[in-house]
């Protein structure tokens, strides 16, 4: 990977468009195995099989709807001087 692909990759856009994309696959996944685990339980013989697909399946997707987004964006949202000093020893020359 060239230097001008890397800076590219680190852009606060791309980051937060990826952990989004990321947060929607899961969600999608989650609410998948919520459809098979339905279609599983309707036969009695699947039913305890469909029944653990389908809770897993919803806990899957409430992960992926209200799971932390990271906040890769670089933007302050306080001037706290913790907060300073901790993301200067994490990305040091960074200004």
């Known amino acids: 990977m060239t ?5 590219w990759w680190n852009w606060p856009l791309v980051r937060k468009t990826e952990s989004l994309i990321g947060h929607v696959a899961i969600a999608v996944v989650g609410f998948v195995m919520m459809i098979v ?3 599983m339980g309707v036969t009695m013989v699947l039913l305890p099989i469909g029944l653990v697909v389908g809770l897993v ?3 899957i997707f409430i992960g992926g709807l209200f799971g932390h987004i990271d ?11 913790e907060d300073r ?3 200067a020893k994490a990305h040091p020359g960074a200004d």
């Open 3 to 7: 230097s001008a692909e890397a800076r």
């Open 37 to 39: 685990g339905l279609a």
């Open 57 to 59: 399946g919803l806990l």
């Open 71 to 81: 906040d890769a964006s670089g933007m302050r949202t306080t001037n706290r001087r």
């Open 85 to 87: 000093h901790a993301d």
